[in-house]
């Protein structure tokens, strides 16, 4: 059985494309490819776009390839995907909004940091530096093995 995940952030720039990347490259470490990522944002100002290159230039740092074009959450995404993961409270409340996440939507609908104990928001690093990027990045490869070891064992 293949799981499926859609990691979503605001604009689907710096996070979530960081996320998808990371996720399905901690996977591959484990030798799981059961698993479909993909990521979108809960707006819409960036659609199309290529990931924010201070995301791309930490990640390639990291030799984790990554290819994304930004798109929108639809409603389809809570039918298709097992797993919605939200990086911050604010992209989660607008999950719990959406018009999609009707009664018999699939999708279990989750802030990523609650697989940690410490359940920590993914904070916004749009406007600040290239640091804050690559605290993205540690913070998105320890959410991503949280993720794993809570999902790999029940769809094996
Ligand atoms: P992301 O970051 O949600 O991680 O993709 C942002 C990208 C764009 C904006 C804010 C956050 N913005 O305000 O345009």
């Not at 490819?33 to 100002?45: E, L, M, Q, Y």
């Not at 199309?48 to 390839?65: L, Y």
């Not at 998105?140 to 070891?149: G, H, R, T």
Request: hydrophobic residues 40%; aromatic residues 6%.
């Amino acid at each position: 059985m293949t799981i499926s995940v859609l990691v979503v952030c605001l604009g689907n720039i710096c996070r979530s494309p960081m996320g998808e990347a990371v996720l399905r490259n901690e996977a591959l470490k484990r030798g799981i490819t059961n698993i479909h990522v993909d990521s979108a944002g809960t707006a819409a100002a960036h659609i199309g776009e290529d990931p924010d290159e201070r995301s791309t230039i930490v990640i390639v740092q990291k030799n984790v390839p990554i290819s994304h074009s930004a798109r929108q959450v639809r409603a389809s995404d809570f039918m298709s995907f097992d797993y919605i993961l939200a990086a911050d409270g604010s992209n989660l409340r607008a999950l719990e909004r959406h018009a999609g996440r009707r009664e018999g939507s699939k999708a279990v609908v989750r802030l990523w940091g609650s697989y940690l104990p410490d359940n920590k928001p993914i904070q916004d690093p749009y406007y600040g530096g290239l640091d804050g990027f690559k605290e993205v990045y540690e913070q998105c490869v320890k959410l991503s093995n949280a993720f794993l070891d809570e999902v790999a064992g029940k769809n094996s």
